[in-house]
């Protein structure tokens, strides 16, 4: 029997650097010679995802490196010294064959530790422009895989254009169709999904508490407004709107696949689900983040309305949201252009498990 390959998962602070990872382990688990850990924050949305899929879960400080002044710096140096410690004795103990990070700051001692035990690392980077916790952990990696073409001379020799890897819940077929029915909602009505990334979005969540008495006349909205941001509505607006703090990956995937418009901030794991599933979208990017980079291949190539926090109003959201509700060929034809954008899906995920097999 093949000696079992400890593989040791680290991401977390937002569930952008946790989806392509799990979508990773979805597929590595059914070889039963894997054995899995994860290194994720203390303080992020990922440790329920986590335990949820039996992985023992480490949790870390989660120290962050701000490219410009904060005092905040100053204390989180110390954070990532202590997780720099605690990750030489996780290593010491656990000797993982390979780390895997898709980004995300609590990545970066990790790595900076199992290179000096000469652990494999392999770093996917998820994003249009490289971020600085990937650029921190680069030169310690052994392959770089990128979602982007353009990011392979970022890197050099080390990387390899893969795509970005997808859940299973997202590849399969299978759909609620009585999903409306479920949530008692209105069934001849199209179902608007709003996601304001995995903290929620301050901004896009003040726009639609405004305009939702309007929408739901025309539409069913589904609002997923991060935690403790749920705000109290009046018993007639709960009739076709609904609000989540979170929703797990599998309930999250029907609503997409259910949606006929999806409004969401602009992470680059959000998006390639969009695009495997071909949905309209109104893409509102966090304001000066690596998001804003992310959109310009959709505006490029017409693959979404995209409108930056500073030029958009409630007034402009709602004209919005209603025209494409209105409009089947244009929703189509956003849905169309944006998988052509973005590679995702199941050659992605084959061709990173191949780099794995590779390296260990």
Not at 167 to 185: A, C, G, V
Request: proline share 4%; glycine share 6%; net charge positive.
């Amino acid at each position: 029997m093949p000696k079992t390959k400890k593989i040791l998962f680290s991401g977390g602070g937002t569930l952008g650097s946790v989806s392509p990872l799990l979508a990773i382990y979805d597929v590595l688990k059914e070889e039963k010679i894997y054995s899995f850990l994860w290194v994720g924050t203390s303080s992020g949305p990922e440790k329920n995802v986590i335990k949820k899929e039996g992985i023992k879960f480490i949790e870390m400080k989660g120290g962050k490196l701000r490219r410009y002044f904060s005092l905040l710096n100053f204390f989180d140096i110390f954070k990532i010294i202590s997780d720099f410690f605690k990750s030489v004795s996780l290593i010491k103990k656990e000797k993982p064959d390979l780390i895997i990070s898709a980004g995300s700051f609590v990545s970066v001692p990790l790595v900076w530790a199992a290179f000096l035990f000469r652990v494999n690392i392999l770093i996917h980077q998820l994003d249009f422009r490289p971020g600085l916790a990937n650029k921190l952990m680069a030169p310690f990696a052994k392959k770089i895989t990128v979602s982007f073409k353009k990011s392979l001379k970022d890197y050099g020799k080390k990387a390899y254009f893969t795509g970005i890897p997808l859940r299973r819940n997202f590849l399969n077929n299978y759909q609620k169709e009585n999903l409306k029915e479920e949530l008692n909602l209105n069934i001849n009505l199209p179902l608007v999904l709003v996601v304001g990334g995995g903290t929620g979005a301050e901004k896009i969540n003040e726009m639609i508490f405004e305009i939702a008495p309007t929408l739901i006349k025309k539409t069913n909205v589904i609002h997923v407004c991060g935690k403790n941001k749920i705000k109290k509505v009046s018993r007639e607006l709960e009739e076709n709107y609904h609000q989540y703090e979170f929703l797990n990956p599998n309930l999250m995937a029907e609503y997409l696949k259910k949606a006929d418009l999806v409004i969401s901030r602009a992470g680059l794991g959000f998006l390639s689900e969009l695009a495997y599933l071909k949905k309209a979208s109104i893409i509102i990017p966090l304001p000066n983040s690596h998001q804003e980079d992310n959109v310009q291949v959709l505006i490029e190539r017409q693959a979404a309305l995209v409108f930056y926090e500073k030029n958009l109003s409630t007034f402009i959201l709602s004209q919005e949201i209603e025209e494409l509700l209105n409009n089947k060929e244009k929703r189509m034809r956003l849905g169309e252009n944006i998988k052509e954008s973005i590679k995702s899906g199941e050659d992605s995920v084959s061709d990173i498990i191949k780099i794995i097999k590779e390296i260990i």
